[in-house]
């Protein structure tokens, strides 16, 4: 019931094109391979296939030309579109379909469309090979009939069946269980909560390579014995080490599976899932990481014929509708033919299609194009902002070409800042700047007294004033005064990106206590837990049912005291004096955004504001609008915060966005 598994297939034909040829060649190659015939039924509770011997695949024609050039191409791509997302009926075959549509009297474009159950990437080469030769005898009036196979897909079958129980499967699974022991699979950070079934709306972005950086690549490669692959794949490796904190990285990756001379001229799926475990522990330099990633690479395709799912039987890792089991990250390297058509009195050129889905949180393909490196991301848009997965592409490109510029340096000493961030941060060379002496709330109340009636931040749904924002915040860290918070007191924020979060973390620090940002992604469980580790003793929240539930005791009744901050703007009742507490006494008690958990070491709020002055500077004129939304509970946060607010600026709250 999704399209997630659909593999599209486009060409743009020029020139004049027999339609009737072009169809009965698609049938005959429907003919020649049984998989593209089958239908999958339920017969008593298990899945049995069903192989029709006769098939033929209607290819829907559209004509275009009575539309102008721009009409016809948004037509165009609407047909496209909804034949891509569209769900194949694996109970009815074929698991082809085509369609054509005629823009223009010598132009067409042609998309076959089929479920990832019948082909994979070397399937669409033969594919289009095959059409080729059989348009090509039709035209010349001859009968459109090829050599015949050696064995088809369901001889394969039968064949993988019977290995499987052999002794060469014994000692693949092995292995696999000796390289998958005690696996604990580090997961990206998501823009959003991940839903209890999985999705798979797609986003994609991609880059290119320099020239000088693809032969850089391949030399350093070649040096340890090692391919392009392997060295792409180090570099991702390190790339996920530093997002996810932990040493020891999954990332997995397809195998052709043809490992038999007979099955390379067969259509069908054949690709099986390898999970590649890296270790990067003990600071090693990129040459020394492309050694340990070759030989995990060897080894993983010298046991690439056991099935995944058979490894998964065996491992019995959490199964959950919510994720994959081993990994969350593929890697793909395209390292076979193009699919292209070879039409006589055509030019024909392979179209690139938007990917129907995205199977994992993230994907990354490459592939070589003119003698440069092309790297393509598709990622689940339901978990992650494009903007942000564009920079992480940006940061690989980067790191790949400090790596292999320079493959003797430890693998932690590569920076991530891409040339488009390196605009937007602050010079850290430069000396911070003296004159500031004072705490985080008295800047901004000093910035209140001076220009109470400027825009100080924004969100989606309003925008406040700095009278606005230091009135209310005053009032809020009047009741955390009167329920007994004072300096040294700790107090948790359970509240969105938003503009209460900010109100949230200036109500504390007036009140002079340090305070616990609790991310609204971590399970409740980790939640209480941060609570009690911190010895919060006030919750401010937005949300009464969730705070509640998150508070609640056994028999009903709260461990702390509550305050519900509206997420839109509140109606201003008594307003407490609440006088600012010494820059000497507060203290931001920051949870790590790597582990989720309660840090070791506070910083003083005084360093919170050193710390952010690098970019508080970068924004201290009102023309400035600085964006704050790293992930709730990171260090980054309690800083970017007081960017806007603190200075002469505004502090603008993106939607669910990186800045």
């Given at each position: 019931s999704t399209s997630a598994f659909n593999v599209p297939l486009s060409f743009r034909l020029s020139g004049q094109l027999d339609v009737t040829a072009l169809k009965a060649a698609i049938n005959a190659v429907l003919r020649r391979h049984a998989p593209l015939r089958t239908s999958l039924i339920t017969v008593d509770g298990r899945a049995q296939q069903v192989i029709e011997s006769e098939l033929t695949v209607r290819t829907a024609v559209v004509d275009l030309r009575l539309l102008n050039a721009s009409e016809s191409k948004k037509e165009a791509d609407r047909w496209i579109a909804r034949e891509i997302t569209t769900p194949f009926d694996l109970a009815s075959s074929p698991l082809l379909r085509s369609l054509l549509l005629r823009t223009a009297d010598a132009e067409h474009q042609l998309l076959l469309t089929m479920h990832h159950i019948a082909t994979d990437?070397?399937?669409?080469?033969?594919?289009?090979?095959?059409?080729?030769?059989?348009?090509?005898?039709?035209?010349?009036?001859?009968?459109?009939?090829?050599?015949?196979?050696?064995?088809?897909?369901?001889?394969?079958?039968?064949?993988?069946?019977?290995?499987?129980?052999?002794?060469?499967?014994?000692?693949?699974?092995?292995?696999?269980?000796r390289q998958l022991a005690n696996l604990q699979v580090a997961e990206l950070a998501t823009d959003r909560p991940r839903t209890t079934l999985q999705s798979f709306r797609p986003g994609r972005h991609s880059t290119r390579l320099p020239l000088g950086v693809t032969g850089l690549l391949k030399r350093v490669g070649r040096a340890e014995g090692a391919t392009a692959y392997m060295t792409l794949l180090a570099a991702l490796a390190v790339l996920l080490q530093r997002h996810t904190g932990s040493d020891d990285i999954v990332i997995g990756s397809p195998a052709a599976a043809r490992t038999r001379p007979e099955l390379e001229g067969l259509v069908g799926l054949f690709i099986n899932n390898l999970v590649l475990r890296t270790d990067l522990s003990g600071r090693p330099t990129f040459r020394e990481l492309l050694r340990r990633v070759r030989d995990v690479a060897l080894e993983a395709f010298a046991n690439q014929e056991l099935p995944y799912e058979q490894v998964l039987e065996a491992?019995?890792?959490?199964?959950?509708?919510?994720?994959?089991?081993?990994?969350?990250?593929?890697?793909?390297?395209?390292?076979?033919?193009?699919?292209?058509?070879?039409?006589?009195?055509?030019?024909?050129?392979?179209?690139?299609?938007?990917p129907p889905g995205s199977l994992f949180d993230l994907t990354v393909y490459a592939r070589e194009c003119d003698q440069r490196l092309e790297l393509e991301i598709v990622y689940n848009a339901d978990l992650f902002d494009g903007r942000r997965m564009s920079e992480l592409l940006s940061q690989l490109a980067t790191l790949i070409g400090q790596a292999v510029a320079d493959p003797d340096r430890t693998v932690d000493s590569y920076s991530l800042v891409t040339p488009r961030a390196r605009r937007i941060l602050p010079n850290p060379r430069e000396p911070l700047f003296g004159g500031w002496s004072t705490s985080v709330d008295r800047a901004f109340m000093e910035q209140a007294r001076q220009a109470p009636d400027r825009l100080a931040l924004r969100d989606e749904h309003q925008t406040w004033t700095y009278a606005e924002l230091d009135g209310y915040s005053r009032h809020c860290s009047g009741?955390?005064?009167?329920?007994?918070?004072?300096?040294?007191?700790?107090?948790?924020?359970?509240?969105?990106?938003?503009?209460?979060?900010v109100v949230s973390l200036l109500s504390v620090l007036k009140a002079g206590a340090a305070f616990l940002i609790l991310d609204p992604v971590n399970p409740i469980d980790r939640l209480r837990e941060q609570l009690t580790t911190a010895g919060a003793r006030a919750l401010i929240a937005c949300d009464a049912a969730e705070a509640q539930a998150l508070l609640s005791t056994s028999d009903g009744t709260l461990k702390t005291p509550l305050l519900l901050i509206p997420s839109g703007r509140p109606s201003h009742g008594a307003d407490p004096l609440a006088r600012p507490a010494p820059a000497r006494t507060g203290r931001s008690r920051i949870l790590s955004s790597g582990t989720g958990r309660p840090s070791d070491s506070p910083a003083r709020i005084s360093s919170v504001c050193s710390r952010g002055w690098r970019t508080i500077r970068c924004c201290a004129t009102s023309s400035r609008r600085c964006g704050w939304a790293p992930p709730c509970a990171s260090r980054a946060q309690s800083s970017s915060v007081t960017r806007g607010p603190c200075c002469d600026g505004c502090g603008r709250r993106p939607s669910r966005s990186y800045t």
């Open positions: 990437g070397w399937s669409l080469a033969l594919l289009s090979d095959e059409i080729s030769e059989a348009y090509r005898k039709l035209i010349r009036g001859e009968e459109a009939s090829f050599t015949g196979l050696p064995l088809q897909y369901a001889d394969f079958a039968r064949w993988q069946a019977g290995w499987q129980r052999g002794p060469d499967a014994a000692a693949q699974l092995r292995y696999w269980q491992l019995q890792p959490e199964r959950t509708l919510a994720r994959n089991s081993l990994f969350q990250v593929l890697f793909n390297l395209y390292n076979f033919a193009d699919a292209q058509l070879d039409l006589p009195g055509l030019t024909s050129t392979t179209v690139a299609t938007p009741w955390l005064r009167a329920a007994g918070i004072g300096p040294q007191d700790v107090v948790a924020i359970y509240a969105p990106r938003s503009a209460a979060l």
